[in-house]
């Protein structure tokens, strides 16, 4: 189906920049991203949280983390 719509120049120009980057169409490109768009969402879905996991340790440091040169040279030492 044609339809006609109203885009912002500098956002047309992005779709159309990719659409040639990605080797596709305009057309392509604005129905993948409409049905991007209009897919249902979950709403049980929690949002992602990053914990990493932590170790204590008994050892001191190796070097002081504010000497930049000394870091480099415990750096370069275990290359």
């Known amino acids: ?4 719509i109203d ?3 500098a956002l047309l120009a992005r779709v159309k920049r990719l659409a040639a980057a ?3 169409t305009l057309r392509a490109v604005v129905e993948e991203a409409l049905r991007a768009r209009l897919m249902p969402r979950s709403k049980t879905r929690q949002p992602y949280t990053f914990s990493p996991p ?8 190796a070097a002081d983390i ?6 480099h ?4 030492e275990s290359q």
């Open 1 to 4: 189906m044609k339809t006609t």
């Open 7 to 9: 885009l912002d120049d």
């Open 22 to 24: 990605e080797g596709t």
């Open 54 to 61: 932590t170790v204590r340790g008994t050892a001191a440091p």
């Open 66 to 71: 504010a000497d930049r040169n000394a870091v």
């Open 73 to 76: 040279d415990l750096l370069d």
